[in-house]
């Protein structure tokens, strides 16, 4: 039973343009959220985290959103650079349990 | 430089022979895990230590063992009774007793011949 979802297993974006990841969960005692970047071959980088408390968490290009009511968070990275191709997981926790991740998106960021 | 270094970083292995994929952190960290990558699965748990000497299993622990013995140290044996053993292997550890952000190895890829 996946209790974390990310829906669409690939995204592609033009260079410069908005990149937007989607996360869904099933679990509301969830409580702790982070996502993820992946290159191939290696082993995930911790991207940006956001707590339930909060909605909105910002790091740069990067920016967390979550919607309680929805169980949905979702990342956005603005302006999206060649770099910024790589798998990207959704992971979650409750009460600093252990973390369940998603599937991954397989993003492209096109010239 | 603190990491986590996995070893060997590819492996081939016959069918009914156990495996040893090592894992070690110089982060001071005392919770310690071991994920499978599969194309289109995400990360599933495998096993996880949250302190020396004691590990719990994962979701998808069948055929797979571990060892807690020091702090730096986490092992994993693919053992012949796992079955379909190719994968992408991941440790992380945590420098919380829960999970918080997981630090990632580089990943050890098996491959069953």
């Known amino acids: 039973d996946q209790q974390v979802k990310q829906n669409s297993p690939s995204l592609s974006v033009q260079e410069g343009r908005i990149s937007i990841l989607n996360c869904d969960y099933t679990?509301?005692?969830?409580?702790?959220f982070l996502w993820y970047k992946k290159y191939p071959a290696e082993g995930p980088t911790f991207l940006i985290s956001?707590?339930?408390?909060?909605d909105k968490n910002e790091d740069g290009r990067f920016t967390v959103f979550l919607n309680k009511s929805a169980k949905h968070l979702s990342l956005h990275i603005v302006p999206s650079q060649p770099g910024d191709s790589a798998v990207y997981f959704c992971?979650?926790?409750?009460?600093?349990?252990?973390?369940?991740f998603g599937a991954g998106t397989q993003v492209v960021v096109t010239p | 430089d603190g990491g986590i270094t996995q070893s060997p970083k590819y492996l081939f292995r016959k069918e009914g022979q156990n495996v040893t994929l090592s894992c070690e952190q110089n982060l001071n960290h005392d919770a310690m895990y071991w994920y499978r990558q599969d194309p289109g699965q995400g990360l599933r748990l495998i096993y996880y230590s949250q302190i020396v000497n004691d590990f719990q299993k994962g979701d998808i622990a069948e055929g797979y063992s571990v060892s807690r013995e020091k702090k730096e140290s986490f092992p994993l044996t693919v053992t012949s009774a796992q079955k379909n053993p190719t994968a992408f292997y991941l440790c992380a550890s945590s420098g919380l007793a829960g999970a918080g952000e997981l630090f990632f190895g580089e990943g050890s890829r098996l491959t069953v011949l």
């Open positions: 679990n509301s005692m969830f409580d702790y």
């Open positions: 956001i707590s339930s408390i909060k």
């Open positions: 992971a979650a926790s409750a009460n600093w349990g252990k973390l369940q």
